[in-house]
């Protein structure tokens, strides 16, 4: 959906928010009043909570393998999905010439990037975390691990901050580029990281990375355990590093793409 196909209402704003209601409306219908909203549900249902059952009908897994294995299907798939949908609704509108289009009129730049980030990140909140992680707390209680909420619920606030890096990196990317190979090469990257051929050169010569990237947050690497397991299992977690470099980094890539 492009932006000159939505009803623009007169608003009062003035500074940098200068068009940001109309422009998170356009976002938010995009999202709600289409199929979007539900096809995202059911990939996400089938991907995180299907693999979540199908580990746990094998009989030599545990419950805490299978946990595991939803921690790493969703530090996976979730961002993969976010940089495709984050470059998309950037480059839509740049290859359309829509943003151009209201960019000259009474819209800020900042407005125009932060009504993007805003509008997808409550709607891959809602698809690709709530929603998911609700039914996987069942699904854990079922199979006889009892996790609170609150712990649960941390946990799934950094499967949902794994989520906003890649996010907000493909929404930098799509503003420094003009195709969709730099924003998809590194959402591909992570499918790969965690490989043998790349995790075991990086824990060996620049372990530091570990400290400054989102990778241990939802994967173990190396003889690390995901950070959102200690969260989950209400044990302190070893370094906090990661989380605060991750926020910082989201901080960044938005502020560059502004």
Known sequence: MTTNSVLLIPRREQGWRMGFANMLTKENVAWWRTRRWWVQ???ALLVLNGTFALNMMDASRNIL???LNFLVVAAMAAPFVAAVLGQDSILGERHTGTAAWVLSKPLRRPAFILA???GNALGLLVTWIVLPGGIAFLQFRAYGLELSISGFA???G???LNLLFFLTLALMLATLFNGRGPGLGIALLNFMIWMPFLAEPIEKYAPWLLKV?????????GANSPLAGYLMLETPPPSVAPII???LRCLLFTGIAI
């Open 245 to 247: 470099a991750t926020i």
């Open 154 to 156: 941390a946990g799934m």
């Open 41 to 43: 549900c059911l990939i």
């Open 65 to 67: 393998n299978a946990g």
């Open 116 to 118: 993007k980030l805003v």
């Open 213 to 221: 990237m989102p990778w241990n947050l939802l994967m173990p690497f």
């Open 158 to 160: 950094l499967a949902y």
